[in-house]
């Protein structure tokens, strides 16, 4: 006979970590894409992956602490929030939502948009090359 332990979701309980990377990465996804629709539409999102950041933190394993290096989920969502990659968020928004969805009706405007937002993304590595952040989605 197998034994099987279910988990549940909850972002304010600790139950394991696997389901706590699971669920930090998941909405990390939904966030990036959510900043896709609407300026800064992931917000939510990134505060729901930041409270399972916080909570993950008494489950003692690598990775979710400032602690644990300068390379891990503590850096990558708190950079995220601080503001310090907002024309990243806003050059992501710029890029899908007035440039390739508009792309049908004003081909060339819409390819300019595209264009500055690739700019923005390159300025914003050139300003911080070693953030984690940059690392990560570079």
């Known amino acids: 006979m197998l034994n099987f332990k279910i988990y549940f979701f909850n972002p304010s309980n600790y139950d394991s ?19 896709t629709y609407t300026l800064n539409g992931g917000t ?3 505060q729901t992956a930041n409270e399972i ?3 993950a ?3 003692g394993f690598k990775g979710w602490s400032q602690a644990d290096g ?3 989920r503590y ?4 950079d995220l929030l601080s503001g310090t990659f907002d024309a990243f968020r806003q050059s992501m928004y710029v890029y899908h ?3 390739l969805d508009n792309m049908n009706s004003d081909l060339e405007a819409s390819k300019i948009k595209v264009v500055d937002s690739i ?3 390159a300025s914003i590595y050139s300003v911080r090359p070693n953030a984690f952040f940059n690392k990560s989605v570079f």
Do not use: H, K, W
Not at 75 to 78: S, V
């Open 97 to 99: 939502r007035e440039g």
């Open 75 to 78: 850096f990558l969502i708190t």
């Open 57 to 59: 933190q008494q489950g």
């Open 44 to 46: 939510n999102y990134f």
């Open 53 to 55: 950041l916080t909570v």
């Open 17 to 35: 970590n696997l389901l706590s990377v699971l669920a930090f990465y998941s909405y990390m996804i939904i966030g990036f894409d959510a900043d």
């Open 119 to 121: 700019d923005v993304l």
């Open 70 to 72: 300068n390379q891990n």
